[in-house]
C-alpha cells in the first residue's frame, strides 16, 4: 500500500511516498481503507522533531493524525464494528499512521461515521472538534451568555470552537485576517477582530474564556483581556519562557484523548447540524511536501484533505 514516512526528522525533503507492506491487525485492531485524511498542523511539527523524544523504533514513521474510511478486517475481541462499516477516527499520540491507504488501530478508537457527511468532510471534522470540543466543553465548561475570545477563528479548530461556542450560546469573538471575515461569521462569531490593524488587547475587556489557537506572543498578551476568574484554554503553544502574569485567571491544557464516546459525541454534533464542516483544499499523498509547506505558512482557512482513494 501507498504510505508517506520518513526516516529522520526533517522538513519537507525528509517526506517518502513509498508502497509498504498492510498492516495485520491484532486482538482489538480494525484495519481501515482509508478514503481522506487530513494535514494538521501536528504533523509538520513531528516531522520536524518537535515532540518529545521518540522510542527506539520509532523509524520508519508514517505521518498523519485523522482519516475516515471503511473497515476491512478486524482483530480478535475488536468490539463494536464490522466489516464495511464506514468509521472515522484520530491516532493516538504518537502512533500516527492516517497518511496511508490502509490503518490499523485499536477499534475502540474509531466511530461509525454520520451518514450525512462524505469522508472527506468527517476527516475535515475528526481531530478538530475532538479539539476544540475537549478543550470548550470539558476543560472551559463554557456557559450561554459569557464571552468568549477564539484566537485564530480561521483555522481548522477554530473554525469548530466558534460553532460549538456559538451552540452553546456563547458570545463568541474571533481574530481572523481580512480576508477570512465573512467566513467566520457565517460560522456564528459574533465579532470579529482584523489582528493586523486593530490591537485586541486594546479593543477587548471583561472576557470569561480566551481560546487560544494561535499561540506564542498572541498566548502571552491574551491575559490582559480576563475578567477576574477568566480562563485562557491554549492548544497553539507557550512560549519558552511564559509565565503566568496573574493570579486571578486559570490557565488550562485541555486534554484530548481518543475513544469511540469521543468520536460519537463528535457525530452527534454533526447529524444535530451544530457543527458544519470547515472549508476544504483537497490535495493527494503525492502532494505531501506541497501540503506541508501550506500548512506551516499558519494561513490556512479551514483543513487541507488529502484524497487517499
Ligand atoms: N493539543 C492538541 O491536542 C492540539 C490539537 C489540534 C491542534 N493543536 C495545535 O493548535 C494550533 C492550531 O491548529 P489548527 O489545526 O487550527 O491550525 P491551522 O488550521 O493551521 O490554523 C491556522 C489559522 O491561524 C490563523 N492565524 C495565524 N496567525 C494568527 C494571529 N496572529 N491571530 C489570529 N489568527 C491567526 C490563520 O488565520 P488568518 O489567515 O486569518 O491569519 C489560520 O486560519 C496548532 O499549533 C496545532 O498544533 C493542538
Known amino acids: 500500500m501507498k504510505a508517506v514516512q520518513i526516516d529522520e526528522f526533517g522538513g519537507p525533503d525528509v517526506l517518502q ?49 485523522d482519516f475516515s474510511g471503511v473497515v476491512s478486517a478486524l482483530g480478535n475481541d475488536a468490539e463494536g464494528l464490522k466489516v464495511g462499516d464506514e468509521v472515522y477516527g484520530v491516532t493516538p499520540q504518537g502512533a500516527d499512521g492516517a497518511y496511508a491507504e490502509t490503518i490499523c488501530i485499536g477499534a475502540d478508537l474509531v466511530g ?11 476527516a475535515a471534522l475528526a481531530l478538530t472538534t475532538l479539539t476544540a470540543m475537549i478543550a470548550l466543553e470539558d476543560t472551559a465548561h463554557l456557559a450561554a451568555g459569557q464571552r468568549l475570545l477564539v484566537q485564530g477563528g480561521a483555522g481548522g479548530v477554530g473554525s469548530i470552537g466558534i460553532q460549538i461556542a456559538h451552540h452553546i450560546g456563547a458570545h463568541v469573538i474571533t481574530t481572523a485576517s481580512p480576508g477570512n471575515h465573512d467566513y467566520v461569521t457565517g ?80 457525530s452527534d ?25 501550506l500548512s506551516a505558512t499558519g494561513h490556512v482557512r479551514g483543513k487541507i484533505v488529502l484524497k487517499v482513494r
Do not use: C
Open 187 to 266: 460560522l456564528g462569531a459574533d465579532e470579529v477582530i482584523d489582528y493586523n490593524t486593530t490591537d485586541f488587547t486594546e479593543a477587548l475587556s471583561d472576557i470569561d474564556v480566551v481560546f487560544d489557537t494561535v499561540g506564542g506572543e498572541v498566548h502571552t498578551r491574551s491575559y490582559s483581556v480576563l475578567k477576574p476568574g477568566g480562563k485562557v484554554v491554549w492548544i497553539g503553544g507557550q512560549p519558552a519562557d511564559f509565565s503566568n502574569p496573574r493570579d486571578d485567571v486559570e490557565v488550562l491544557r485541555p486534554n484530548v484523548q481518543r475513544a469511540r464516546r469521543f468520536m460519537d459525541r463528535i
Open 112 to 122: 461509525l461515521k454520520p451518514f450525512s457527511v462524505s469522508h472527506d468532510q468527517a
Open 17 to 65: 511516498v513509498r508502497d509498504i507492506p498492510v498492516p495485520v491487525p491484532g486482538p482489538g485492531d480494525a484495519l481501515i481503507d482509508i478514503h481522506s485524511a487530513t494535514v494538521n498542523p501536528a504533523d509538520w511539527k513531528s516531522r520536524n522533531g518537535g515532540y518529545a523524544k521518540p522510542p527506539e523504533g520509532f523509524f520508519p514513521h508514517t505521518l498523519g493524525r
Open 269 to 293: 454534533f454533526i447529524t444535530k447540524g451544530v457543527i458544519k464542516t470547515p472549508e476544504m483544499q483537497f490535495m493527494g499523498l503525492d502532494d505531501i511536501r506541497a501540503a506541508h509547506e
